[in-house]
């Protein structure tokens, strides 16, 4: 799955970006998915649940893709 997030503000939790893309059904899975170090972060291992997520950067993982931009 390959998508592309418009970000409203200056950034998002990664765990938000994560429930809000559906690549988890909760907040609780996605914490449990970044804990297990199942996600990239512009493709370095990211483990903190709330890391700031700004537009440019690109979060993967295991079957998806999400591209940040900020929204027009």
Known sequence: MKETFEL?????????????????????????????????????????KACKIRSGQVVTGDGFEIRVVAAP
């Open 8 to 48: 409203q503000g200056e950034y998002i939790p990664l765990c938000d970006l994560l429930k809000f893309c559906f690549v988890t059904e909760s907040g609780g899975a996605a914490k449990h998915l970044i804990a297990g170090g199942n996600v990239l972060v512009d493709g370095q291992v990211e483990l903190r």
